[in-house]
């Protein structure tokens, strides 16, 4: 079955004569290229040795090529001097060289595909297995197919781009640069908001209010702009959120929605929320627990199949790690560091709550800061005599400033408003 595998010999001989040839082209591909792209050992074997000799800055051609073949005891493998003259006279020039890479990449991703498809097969007819991390495998497999090395940019190339990007920034006032926005206006101009492949963690101790600021963070702009949004809750139910959505959003009190206590100005402002919400594109996911490797699975469906440009996790440290025998720090620092992973492969904003310790420190992990983009704390203002008095602190935020944003937090609505500062 082998043989029939996808290969080009002939294609493969002529890269090879053409780096022969001329260097430069060794150069243009020794950081794309592998062992696995030639299908005959021979060919491998030649070309470990024209790069060995191109970093070491070795004259090549035919006779230094043979000669270096021969110190390394290698030429009679690859079928003598016969075979390295054949090699070198496949073809006249070496103008070609590049579709001749070209098929022996499309031959080369081809088997890639094949050994891809063969390996799920068996993965899948294996019961020990479980069919969300196979599914997440062979997902990150194919995913893994289509990145490519890029090559590199010369700067005027980046600044004639980054000229056309800072005009529209000045005829749009900067909001060009800036993502989608929170219902926070001085949140919005630290961070430049919800941007994609950004990650930005609400933290608060627990019962603080963490889970209220943040949902109504991310659902403002489904249901004020259409933003598809996802949210993966492992801690509240999906009836529980869509009644914290509806409280804050309609601006009524929750409880009294849950118990049929609506004058009739509330059920004016539930009808007119629910013109909204109907068509809000808010995609809840509500699981008890959650594996790492799920979560990443789960957030790629949410951006395939729903287009979520904004995912939210409630919250970090209930995701199950991969490796439970590690300690706890180093296990939400993988958390930390998938979700970061899954902001970028996905180009998506991603929302990760966080539990912070009595002395308002992340618990269990000092990793997230590094990993995020912004970390705000929601906490009560001690010296206040106001109960609902707290304040948003951006104590970490790498694309802008660190403010201290007094809140209002209206607890009966599950809604935090900014407060009017006294000048």
Known sequence: MENTLPSDTEAEQGLLCSCIQDTRIIGKIADIITLEHFTYPAHQDIWTTLLKMYFEKKPIDLLTTTSELRAANLLEGIGGEHYITHIYTVVYT????????????NCYLRRKIHFAARRMAADALDRSKDPEEIKEDASREITGMMTT???????SDVLNRRITAWEEAAKTGGAINRGHDSCFPRWNMAT???????????????????????????????????????IISLEMGADELVDKITSC????????LRDGKLNRADFAKVSNFMGQGMKAPIHIVDEASMTVNQFRARARRLVVENKCEIIMLDYAQL?????????RERQVAEISRMTKIIAKELKVCVVLLAQLNEDNTIRESRTFEMDCDSLTKIMPVEESDDPY????????????????????????????EEAIVQQ
Request: charged fraction near 20%; charge should be positive.
């Open 319 to 327: 995701i199950t790690p991969s490796n439970q025998k590690e300690n």
């Open 94 to 105: 070496s103008a070609n060289w590049d579709e001749y890479f070209k098929t022996i990449s």
């Open 149 to 155: 090395k890029s090559e590199s940019v010369h700067i």
């Open 192 to 230: 430049r908001g919800f941007r994609p492949q950004t990650v930005h963690i609400i933290a608060g101790r627990a019962k603080q209010g963490k889970t209220t600021a943040a949902l109504q963070m991310v659902t403002t702009p489904a249901i004020d702009k259409g933003v598809p949004i996802g």
């Open 389 to 416: 008095a707290y304040i948003l602190s951006v104590t970490h935020n790498r694309n802008g400033t660190t403010p201290m944003i007094p809140i209002k937090f209206i607890k009966h609505m599950a809604r935090l």
């Open 249 to 256: 959003h309609a601006q009524i009190g929750m409880n009294d």
